[in-house]
């Protein structure tokens, strides 16, 4: 179970960044999919998730209104589309598998190589 995470780079703020989710050794879509992100000295930090079942959304305060979580599935690829981009917003972005597929729950079980982004003017 791999998961890889591109798409990341160097933007201003306001700008915006669309980081796509790919899978190798099995479907994406057969998953919900999560995004969360690392920051130095900062604590993990869940950002968006997408149900596999029904395809619902969950949004971070810190992002709701501002970033947009979609899946292709005839690509097998979750994205994770970021606008109004703040200085805050600086992390190496994960995406990763839940534990018991759970967007509630909001455990991460499986990620791989994350995607650097950086907010700055």
């Known amino acids: 179970v791999q998961l890889q995470a591109s798409g990341g780079g160097s933007v201003q703020p306001g700008g915006s960044l669309k980081l796509s989710c790919a899978a190798s050794?099995?479907?994406?879509?057969?998953?919900?999919i999560g995004w969360f992100r690392e920051a130095p000295g900062k604590e993990r930090e869940g950002v968006s998730c997408i149900s596999r079942t029904d395809g619902s959304t969950y949004y971070a305060d810190s992002v709701k209104g501002r970033f947009n979580i979609s899946r292709d599935n005839a690509k097998d690829t979750v994205y994770l589309q970021m606008n109004s981009l703040k200085s805050e917003d600086t992390a190496v972005y994960y995406c990763?598998?839940?534990?018991?597929?759970?967007?509630?729950?909001?455990?991460?079980?499986?990620w791989g190589q994350g995607t650097q982004v950086t907010v700055s003017s």
């Open positions: 990763a598998t839940l534990v018991w597929n759970s967007c509630a729950l909001g455990e991460y079980d499986h």
């Open positions: 050794g099995f479907t994406l879509g057969y998953y919900s």
